[in-house]
């Protein structure tokens, strides 16, 4: 993967514009230090890393267009980072830019339960907002497996999902507004605490962006009534594809559980001797998860359990408890951290339409095999979202560049079954190169031209999203200097 070399001209002023940040944010909103910038070269895509020419810690919204002003009148590139957990490299330094970190910026502004929202610095962890709302009976519904760490700031740049967002939708769908600055300082607001908003949707163009067209620093969230139950069921299959045939016909059947969580045998195995969540012993794992009143639970679990009964299902298990409930989550959304005991591993992030996943299955079953590395599967399979995971010894010369390709046959799949690059993880430098796989040309170019909108020197987070060839071409004919 091909990044960009260092403006050689930004090195040298590297003494002059450190001076400048230190002296908006103060000694100890800067690092500098070899060791201090190591923290910052790479995000959980590990593959990659570059420690950055500074990192700058704001603390306030002014802080932020502080910095950011200055690196546009230096014309320093700048990348926003939230807490360093995505898995697309969107986080990603360059060796010439200003890594943007909103970790200190955590605060809870405002929580109104009649109108149902909470404002919160853009820094605060996914898992913080729905526990400062909790005593209030609410919560917050997107929750990504890294909510313990990931920042808001980052679930909005990625439009990030989570295991229970079948039935509540993503980031976008529980995202009212925003406070943004712009890369040249200017700070506006889009959305707010109402339904809908006048004049074009940039919020919407805003969510899932990856940090090309503003840094976020506050977000007025939209918070839910907690249910007054909740119940997961474990079923076990023989086969990955009588796991997903089951998927599609429970999604067929009209029925909308809260999640829909698939793992395979590798996975399962990895979560188990993680979590001990005394996970059953088959081929496929599905986790279905229902809430409401007790009778309501009741019903809908025997409607499922009538459609699984028609695919063979090996094991049928339904959590007694909350405790239990807690340990079977443990087990799912500690998934990509345990898979870690089998190697290195690519973790892929595309979607499908939920009635192809027992065919996509068995054709990513094909290309393993042809590929010859091994690829478990863990995914929110009631959106067809899923997350393939490519195992490979990073050790051993070019594994990786074949990891990569398998990582590639696998996406275009995914697009050519009427499904998209990514469901949750974004493009950041991961998926850039594949970006034509998905668009055209013209597709593309449109897309460019929103960010010539809000970033007319293409300084925020360079080298993501759009492959480096287009955008380089993009920006000659507009007359500008590649990124
Ligand atoms: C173990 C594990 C499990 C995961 N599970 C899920 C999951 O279930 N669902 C899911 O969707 N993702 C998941 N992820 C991926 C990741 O956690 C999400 O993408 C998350 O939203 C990233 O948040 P972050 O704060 O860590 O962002 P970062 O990694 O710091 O940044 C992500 C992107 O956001 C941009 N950005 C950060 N802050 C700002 C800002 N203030 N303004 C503008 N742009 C900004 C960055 O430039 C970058 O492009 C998982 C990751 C791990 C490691």
Not at 218 to 237: S, T
Not at 255 to 260: S, T
Not at 302 to 317: C, D, K
Not at 447 to 458: L, T
């Amino acid at each position: 993967m091909q990044m960009p070399h260092a403006n050689p001209a930004i090195l040298e002023r590297r003494d002059d514009i450190l001076a400048q940040l230190r002296g908006a944010l103060g000694p100890d909103g800067v690092i500098d230090s070899p060791a201090g910038l190591r923290t910052y070269e790479c995000d959980a895509l590990s593959a990659y890393a570059c420690p950055p020419l500074a990192v700058t810690l704001p603390r306030s919204t002014d802080e932020v267009a502080a910095v950011l002003r200055l690196c546009h009148a230096a014309r320093v590139p700048v990348v926003p980072r939230g807490a360093g957990t995505g898995l697309a490299g969107g986080a990603l330094p360059t060796a010439d830019a200003v890594v943007l970190g909103l970790s200190r910026m955590d605060r809870v502004l405002e929580i109104d339960t009649a109108n149902r929202f909470i404002r919160v610095e853009a820094g605060r962890t996914n898992l913080s907002v729905s526990e400062a709302v909790s005593e209030h009976g609410f919560f917050y519904a997107p929750d990504p497996s890294s909510q313990l760490a990931c920042a808001i700031a980052g679930n909005i740049a990625m439009n990030s999902g989570g295991a229970h967002c079948l039935k509540y939708g993503v980031t976008t769908n529980n995202l009212l507004g925003a406070k943004v600055v712009l890369m040249d300082g200017t700070v506006i607001d889009l959305g707010g605490p109402h339904l809908d908003a006048p004049g074009l949707d940039l919020l919407g163009v805003l969510c899932g962006s990856e940090g090309q067209l503003g840094v976020v620093t506050e977000a007025c969230l939209r918070i839910l009534p907690r249910p007054e139950g909740a119940r997961p069921v474990l079923m076990g299959f023989d086969t990955n594809a009588a796991a997903g045939a089951c998927v599609a016909d429970i999604i067929r059947a009209g029925l909308l559980p809260v999640a829909i969580e698939f793992m395979d045998r590798p996975c399962i195995r990895a979560c188990e001797d993680f979590a001990h969540a005394d996970y059953p012993d088959c081929e496929a794992l599905l986790i279905i998860e229902v809430e409401g009143a007790p009778v309501e639970i009741d019903h809908q679990l025997a409607l499922i359990r009538e459609i699984a009964a028609q695919h063979n299902p090996v094991a049928w298990r339904e959590s007694r408890s909350e405790a239990e409930s807690a340990l079977i989550w443990l087990g799912r959304k500690s998934a990509f951290g345990a898979m870690g005991q089998l190697g290195d591993y690519i973790c892929l992030d595309g979607t499908i339409p939920v009635s192809a996943l027992p065919q996509v299955l068995d054709r990513i079953a094909a290309l393993s095999a042809e590929f010859d590395l091994p690829v478990a599967n863990v995914f929110h399979a009631g959106d067809g979202n899923l997350h393939p995971l490519i195992i490979y010894d990073a050790n051993t010369p070019g594994a990786l560049e074949r990891a990569e390709a398998l990582g590639a046959a696998i996406l275009t799949l995914c697009v050519e079954m009427g499904g998209c690059l990514t469901g949750e993880h974004g493009v950041g430098v991961e998926k850039r190169d594949l970006m034509a796989v998905q668009f055209t040309p013209d597709d593309l170019r449109a897309q460019m031209r929103v960010k010539d909108v809000f970033d007319p020197e293409w300084l925020l987070n360079p080298a993501k999203v759009f492959p480096l060839d287009a955008s380089a071409a993009h920006r000659q004919a507009a007359g500008a200097a590649a990124p």
